[in-house]
């Protein structure tokens, strides 16, 4: 009996379509942010710009065909794969590792004061993760 090669993945169903959506949920969230941030909630907006940010390095790694169980990892492997190698700015690195303490620190920390400088730094963020990681979609 011959033995079947395994298909490669097309673009139909495939890694550019999840790419696609995961920034288009990206973008939702960002906005979400945003009008959390409008109506000075600023934990909700924390979690929202962190997750706008996660699902946006997301697309980067489904067109790499690479799925992680752990946030940690999915950062981890973000940075080996698109930041150490220069395909995005090397500080991005330390804001989105930065988006994450602020977003655990938002949603599990009891005593957690939310500034609105620091809510507005990650919402920076998140619009320029979004859009670099978009505009990285676009020429792939």
Do not use: W
């Amino acid at each position: 009996m011959k033995k079947k090669e395994a298909k490669p993945l097309d673009d139909f169903g495939g890694a550019k379509e999840l790419a696609a959506y995961r920034i288009s949920v990206a973008k939702e969230d960002l906005a979400d942010a945003e009008h959390s941030f409008e109506e000075k909630r600023y934990r909700n907006a924390n979690n929202r710009a962190y997750y706008a940010i996660f699902r946006a390095i997301s697309a980067c790694l489904a067109l790499e065909f690479k799925a992680f169980k752990s946030h940690a990892q999915v950062i981890g492997n973000f940075n080996k794969d698109f930041i150490h190698t220069g395909k995005f700015p090397k500080g991005m690195g330390e804001k989105i590792s930065k988006a994450q303490i602020v977003r655990n620190a938002s949603d599990y920390s009891d005593f957690y004061v939310v500034s609105v400088e620091e809510t507005e730094e990650q919402l920076e963020t998140a619009r320029q993760v979004v859009a670099l990681v978009e505009a990285y979609l676009e020429k792939q």
